[in-house]
């Protein structure tokens, strides 16, 4: 490979990175002999969720709603499985949220019946001993428990807007 082909897939690299591309972006690079090379980028993560013995790292967005409420959200895939997962945090005051989707079907949720304290501080979100259910009923509270675990995210910075959908 040459010096100048070299040089292209790095700015082209480091375009895709610094204007918030994930792990699933591809780029194409096109040298001066017209040849494309595909080259898929993996972003460093910037969080992870425990959920009972499974951990799932994950790249965060991180979002400022005001008022010191905040939002995270990840996402990456199961090392085990190769599924997509997708994480919600939600800081908010009083009302609390962290919830994790694996594949399409499987959801994880942080237990109703327990208190949940999401935890903001200089650039980390964080929120320790949360009890995780599968298959909530929302009528009822419950839901089957899967075990204790833990969010970690970094927030190197913040959007000044909530995500799409809020």
């Known amino acids: 490979m040459s010096l100048m082909r070299v040089l292209g897939v790095v700015v082209a690299a480091l375009m895709v990175v610094s204007c918030g591309g994930s792990a699933d972006d591809a780029v194409e690079i096109v040298d001066t002999a017209g040849t494309s090379v595909p080259m898929v980028l993996t972003v460093p993560t910037n969080g992870w969720v425990q959920v009972g013995t499974e951990t799932f790292d994950l790249v965060f967005t991180c979002y400022a709603a005001g008022d010191g409420d905040v939002a995270a959200i990840g996402v990456g895939e199961d090392s085990s499985t190769g599924e997509r997962v997708e994480a919600l945090i939600q800081g908010f005051l009083g009302q609390p949220y962290l919830g994790v989707t ?58 000044s807007r909530l995500p799409e959908g809020y």
Do not use: Q
């Not at 980390?124 to 009528?139: C, F, H, P, Q």
């Open 102 to 159: 694996v594949g399409s079907s499987i959801r994880y949720e942080a237990s109703l019946e327990e208190p949940l304290e999401v935890y903001v501080h200089d650039d980390t979100i964080s929120a320790g001993a949360v009890r995780w259910e599968r298959n909530m009923d929302l009528e009822s509270g419950g839901g089957v428990v899967v075990g204790y675990g833990a969010v970690f995210v970094e927030c190197a910075s913040y959007e």
